[in-house]
């Protein structure tokens, strides 16, 4: 009996690798259908902390970034749960307003397998937008911090509530769809310096009529990994008395939103390549700006690109790697403002990243990264908190950094 066990653990992983490109936890190997039914219940989990200096400002600051824990269940053959629950910056409350931390959860759906090809997600979940945002584990990717451009740009980790299915065409092997429709985003968070960010809602009691599609396809050849994916969705999110009295649209794809990014990945024999190219447009920008002052702009648009090479591929064929890298990533969060906006020539950003990745075994990671921003002039017009409270701005500034991260 163990030997037949055995032996269907083996196979059944290696058909969940040819489905799902990699599995690396407890809760990839549930969605793959790696499961039993004797071990119908998984925990799973990652996290990362960071120490960094700015060496313009001869600062330090040292952090546990995030620790999330996953649980899941297999409910049936069909039926899995899957949940995921984040805590940031370590601490959410010690009797006084200071904290930065954050309790949330990031992922609680129901997962429906219609057939070998084909399924069905609904409650919180990820889109499949960008390449970190539904593969953001912190070791999975090069650099302490994430991209900036899917931080800044594209919001990672973004999560609604919603509806969600994915299949494979059968005609051609090894491509992908996905097709999500969620709640929409709040322009009310909508600024110049963070665009869209904190205009996500996150599944905490969304508001409005507004909604969400998203569409993508993803594409395995070889050792390439190709994706185009599009997100249009509403931004008014207030109940149409509300929105009337704002003089904003209403309704389902009212102030819309649209969002589009292609992006591809190499990976064979130690080397790594990976670029992305992100463009959002906010139509009724100055409607927005009208209602809630924010300085939301029209349009932002950004990308980067990566290489890595991992010096013990040679002799280790990955189950140690030592990656060197470097990123360039260019991002104009200003690159069209609305008649009613100021434009900040400090969000039109280069950044150069040149680091290391260590890690000695499957799911832990060793980083260390140096980081150059050079920006635009920062708008003084912006500046609300007079001299001395004032924090400079450094057009050209610099970062060390240093982490560690893991999963499970």
């Keep these: 009996m163990k030997l037949k066990i055995t032996l269907l653990a083996f196979f059944l992983t290696l058909f969940a690798i040819k489905l799902s490109a990699q599995v690396v936890t407890q809760e990839d190997s549930l969605a793959a259908g790696l499961i039993y039914k004797q071990q119908a219940t998984v925990i799973s ?15 330090a600051e040292a952090s546990l970034k995030r620790v999330v824990l996953f649980v899941g269940h297999k409910l049936s053959n069909k039926i899995s749960l899957f949940t995921e629950l984040e805590v940031e910056d370590a601490l959410v409350a010690n009797g006084s307003s200071s904290s930065k931390g954050e309790i949330a959860m990031e992922q609680a759906f129901l997962k429906f397998n219609l057939n070998p090809n084909t399924y069905l997600v609904a409650g919180l979940f990820v889109p499949r937008i960008g390449i ?11 650099g302490v911090d994430r991209p900036f451009l899917e931080e800044q740009i594209i919001p990672t980790t973004w999560r609604e509530v919603g509806v969600g299915l994915y299949g494979q065409f059968r ?9 999500a429709v969620t709640n929409g985003l709040n322009s009310e968070g909508f600024n110049g310096n963070n665009g869209i960010g904190d205009g996500r809602q996150l599944g905490q009691a969304a508001n409005g009529l507004n909604l969400g599609l998203n569409a993508a396809l993803l594409y395995y050849i070889a050792d390439f990994r190709f994706q185009a994916s599009g997100y249009i969705g509403g931004s008014t999110a207030k109940e149409q008395r509300v929105a009337d009295s704002l003089q904003l649209n209403s309704g389902a794809f009212g102030n819309p939103v649209t969002i589009g990014e292609i992006d591809g990945q190499y990976n064979k024999s130690g080397i790594g390549i990976r670029a992305i190219a992100t463009i959002i447009n906010i139509k009724n920008a100055d409607a927005i700006n009208r209602a809630f002052a924010n300085n939301t702009p029209q349009k932002m648009y950004g990308g980067y690109a990566e290489v890595g090479y991992d010096l013990l591929y040679p002799a280790n064929h990955g189950t140690k790697s030592f990656i060197v890298f470097g990123r360039y990533e260019y991002l104009n969060l200003n690159a069209k ?3 009613n906006g100021i434009e900040n020539k400090a969000n039109e950003k280069h950044y150069l990243v040149g680091g290391f990745t260590y890690k000695p075994i499957r799911g832990v990671s060793i980083k ?22 004032q924090v400079p701005y450094f057009k050209n500034d610099g970062f060390i ?3 560690v991260a893991y999963n499970f």
């Design 337 to 339: 403002v609305p008649s």
């Design 45 to 59: 989990g990652y996290g990362e902390a960071k120490y960094g200096i700015d060496t313009k400002r001869k600062s």
């Design 171 to 179: 005609q051609i092997q090894g491509l992908n769809y996905s097709v």
């Design 401 to 403: 950094n240093l982490g």
């Design 368 to 389: 260390g990264d140096y980081v150059r921003r050079i920006t635009g002039d920062f708008n003084q017009a912006l500046v609300v908190t007079p001299f001395p409270q």
């Design 132 to 142: 970190i945002n539904e593969n953001h584990l912190p070791t999975t990717f090069n």
